[in-house]
Structures are given as C-alpha cells and as structure tokens.
C-alpha cells in the first residue's frame, strides 16, 4: 500500500507562484514513476508533470517554462514549483504514483 498526501495549493494572482508538495509512504522503493496530474471543473484528468520509471520528466506543453517538478531530500517527496501561473492552471492537482492517487489540492488562479 502506499498513501500520497499532498499540501501547497492555494489561491493566487496570475503570474504568481505556488509549490505543491507531495509526500509518499508506504511501500515506495523509488520516487521514478511518481507524477502529477490535475483536473479541471468539467475536464479530465490530465498529466502535468512526471518522473518516468527511467528517471527523465515529461511535462505537459502547456505547463513547459514554467513548471518543474523535482526530488525533495527525502526520497519519498515529490516537488511541483510552478511559475507564472495563468487562469487556465486552475485545477485540483492530484499526485499519483502507479495506481495510487492522493487527495488532491485545489489552484485557483485569479486574474
């Protein structure tokens, strides 16, 4: 089993910046796999930002420039920094590892 709890969202202006964090337990051998997705009202679940099995990141085009994610000292977090941040990027943003979801966080960007 393995439990994501994510934290870090929040409400900001447009151009602003926010961190979410994503801690993970249970039975985590690697951070490689771990990503993060979001959803928007009346949209599906999209990929933001992920760690392949093989350790490279792939982000979304829309978020590339401006958001990255990244390795936390502890081998079991999981970092989104995300700059410049729009409208559009409001979303509940989900961590997911394998089958494993956590609860979500909400963004909201205000214009």
């Known amino acids: 089993q393995v439990q994501l709890v994510e934290s870090g969202g929040g409400l900001v202006q447009a151009g602003g910046s926010l961190r979410l964090s994503c801690a993970a337990s249970?039975?985590?051998?690697?951070?490689?796999?771990m990503g993060w997705y979001r959803q928007a009202p009346g949209k599906q679940r999209e990929l933001v930002a992920t760690?392949?099995?093989?350790?490279?990141?792939i982000y979304a085009d829309s978020v590339k420039g401006r958001f990255t994610i990244s390795r936390g000292s502890a081998k079991n977090t999981v970092y989104l920094q995300m700059n410049s941040l729009k409208p559009d990027d409001t979303a509940v943003y989900y961590c997911?590892?394998?089958?494993?979801w956590g609860q979500g966080t909400q963004v909201t960007v205000s214009s």
């Open positions: 997911m590892y394998y089958q494993y």
């Open positions: 249970g039975s985590i051998l690697s951070i490689d796999g």
């Open positions: 760690f392949t099995i093989d350790g490279l990141t």
